[in-house]
Nanobody, 125 residues
Framework: QLQLVESGGGSVQPGGSLTLSCAAS????????IGWFRQAPGKEREGVSC??????KYVDSVKGRFTVSRDNAKNSVYLQMSSLKPEDTAVYYC????????????????????WGQGTQVTVSS
């Protein structure tokens, strides 16, 4: 079973930036589709992005502000977030699956095999 550990969350003012990390073990993450999700208090978990076969799709609410990147040497994936808004406040999760093909920006949560524990992002003045 692939293990995922997120880090990098914190508090930031509106307009600020944060980069979240998702470190994987013991298998090479480069072979997996990667999803980023978030869950705000009282709301359902929502997909933010989906990456597979060298491409990443983003939901409209984060397009142009969030960027997913991979570092295969560190077996990690990153979510770079800029121009943050209060509505971006949520617990952020990374997910991975060996077989998923990202045809949409937000593949349903139940399709993902492995999940991280989540990291809190708070955007507030």
């Amino acid at each position: 079973q692939l293990q995922l550990v997120e880090s990098g969350g914190g508090s930031v003012q509106p307009g600020g930036s944060l980069t979240l990390s998702c470190a994987a073990s013991p298998f090479p993450l480069e072979h997996y589709a990667i999803g980023w999700f978030r869950q705000a208090p009282g709301k359902e978990r929502e997909g933010v992005s989906c990456s597979s076969h060298g491409t990443t799709k983003y939901v409209d609410s984060v397009k142009g502000r969030f960027t997913v990147s991979r570092d295969n040497a560190k077996n990690s994936v990153y979510l770079q977030m800029s121009s943050l808004k209060p509505e971006d406040t949520a617990v952020y999760y990374c997910a991975a699956d060996l077989d998923l093909d990202c045809r949409l920006p937000a593949a349903p949560a139940h399709l993902w095999e492995s999940w991280g524990q989540g990291t809190q992002v708070t955007v507030s003045s």
